[in-house]
């Protein structure tokens, strides 16, 4: 006996509604003005024949502009890792129920703050002028054990880097400052009932969980303090800046030597953009909303999103 093979009827798909992607002329306008001036910009500069490009191509790996470039890293790490430290332990301070540590804490943000960088440079550059020596002895006596002439003891690489380092602790230790109060007040509770104490508490609980919220702002802090080891110039750092402004006052090709100067800063900030990545995401995992996309991934978005536009044109226009 034979058997009829039984199949489902068809489903009538007439009924379907294909979700189509929104289309934004405005966008489109605005990228082919974006890509038409950036292309008129580049090509203003290129052609430019007040700039020689063979001189950024000769100094771009100078010797002496190689050499700046590593007292500016030195420098900014020096700077970095100490002002770090200060940070930390000021907005501790700051947090806690001390109000000599409160006072001292605001004292010292308000003042470094809420004076230049520029002036805060000049004073450690010339503190011998303030200064003559540097003592160590029993305070409010004249019984001294060690002294020693302050421009020996104060060069100008290290007024600069104490320079850095302070006004950077000052913003830096709000920046932590805020990422700790970012932290729910019920993870501070929950440590003291299992008897930690404050300072435990505090490296074990608070700030582990806060650098979700510290990392990204003091990555900009780094970027910025890149650039302010040019401002080390006004006292003679030999970073890369002052010696780019040195060749430049030999040869008359300041826009050159700018243009050198900047590449080098701009290829600094951009590969030390990439750990800054990858720190943002390590202490924002969990949290995927929060999570940081990659300029590549952005790209490759943006791609995705093109595709799909321009497919549902196509099969827009084949429905017409």
Not at 78 to 88: E, G, K, R
Not at 145 to 155: A, E, G, P, Q
Not at 265 to 284: A, C, N, T, W
């Amino acid at each position: 006996m034979t058997h009829a093979t039984v199949t489902a009827p068809e489903q009538d798909r007439s009924f379907d509604i294909e979700a189509l992607p929104l289309r934004r002329p405005g966008r489109w306008i605005w990228a082919i003005a974006l890509i038409l001036f950036a292309a008129w910009f580049i090509q203003a500069l290129w052609t430019n024949k007040n700039i020689d490009y063979s001189v950024v191509g000769q100094y771009l790996f100078n010797p002496e502009i190689v050499s700046g470039v590593g007292v500016t890293l030195l420098i900014t790490a020096i700077a970095m890792i100490i002002s770090t430290v200060l940070a930390v332990i000021l907005a501790a301070m700051r947090l806690s129920g001390n109000p000599v540590a409160v006072a001292f804490s605001s004292f010292y943000v308000w003042l470094f703050r809420g004076t230049p960088l520029l002036v805060q440079i000049v004073i450690w550059g010339y503190f011998g002028l303030i200064f003559e020596k540097i003592s160590l002895g029993i305070p409010f006596t004249d019984v001294v054990f060690w002294s020693i002439d302050t421009n020996v003891l104060l060069t100008a690489f290290v007024a600069g880097i104490i320079a850095l380092t302070l006004n950077e602790a000052a913003y830096s230790a709000e920046i932590v400052r805020s990422g700790m109060l970012s932290v729910d007040a019920g993870q501070k509770e929950a440590a003291a009932s299992l008897g930690m104490s404050p300072l435990a508490t505090f490296v074990r609980i608070l700030l582990p969980q806060a650098m979700r919220v510290i990392i990204p702002p003091l990555g900009n802090e780094l970027i910025s303090m890149i650039k302010n080891t040019s401002l080390l110039s006004l006292i003679a750092v030999m970073e890369v800046y002052t010696r780019a402004t040195q060749i430049s006052a030999q040869n008359l090709k300041q826009v050159e030597l700018l243009i050198v100067v900047s590449i080098w800063y701009l290829l600094i900030v951009s590969i030390l953009s990439i750990p800054q990545h990858y720190l943002e995401r390590y202490f924002g995992r969990g949290v995927e909303r929060n999570a940081p996309t990659s300029t590549l991934q952005k790209a490759r978005e943006m791609t995705g999103a093109i595709a799909v536009q321009f497919q549902g044109k196509k099969k827009g226009e084949r429905r017409g």
